[in-house]
């Protein structure tokens, strides 16, 4: 074969490599039970800061321009960490939480964490519902959150 030949094979492989691979990448969707899983041990780490009485590390999963709503609502980071940092004083942690329900968007971008508050006793006392962000490092961080009062069901 003749030089030219070799460098129009080279050329249509390179091109139906690049095409082969579009289309898988386009074709990819985030892998949501996946990505369920790690909000969730999310969750459980950011509700453990509570139990550990670790405020600092608390801080650590709000996003900058996060919302929580409570008896009034606190607008980013600052304003939530400055408003929660009175509940991780003293030995024993006021309330705690856990993850029942995580769902993911398909897009892998957003998710839904909900489950019971319970108070020091271990009687539960709320829900909480919490939205978390994906970022592009591939941690989460909270967005919003907002917890209710406990309606038990009749």
């Given at each position: 074969m003749q030089r030219g030949t070799y460098k129009w094979i080279a050329t249509l492989l390179l091109c139906a490599s690049v095409a082969v691979v579009s289309v898988a990448?386009?074709?990819s969707k985030p892998d949501t039970t996946k990505l369920q899983d790690e909000l969730r041990a999310t969750e459980t780490a950011f509700a453990k800061t509570m139990a550990d009485r670790?405020?600092?590390?608390?801080?650590t999963f709000i996003a900058d321009?996060?919302?929580f709503f409570g008896?009034?609502?606190?607008?980013?980071k600052p304003a939530i960490v400055e408003?929660?940092?009175s509940l991780y004083e003293g030995k024993e942690a006021p309330f705690?939480?856990?993850s029942e329900t995580v769902s993911v968007l398909d897009s892998g971008t957003l998710g839904l964490s909900s489950g019971p508050v319970f108070g020091p006793d271990?009687?539960?006392?709320g829900t909480f519902s919490s939205i978390w962000r994906h970022k592009a490092d591939g941690k989460w961080e909270i967005i919003f959150d907002k917890g209710c009062p406990y309606c038990p069901q009749q």
């Open positions: 990448a386009a074709d670790d405020h600092a590390a608390f801080a321009e996060a919302v008896r009034k609502e606190l607008r980013g408003a929660w940092k705690s939480w856990r271990g009687k539960q006392t």
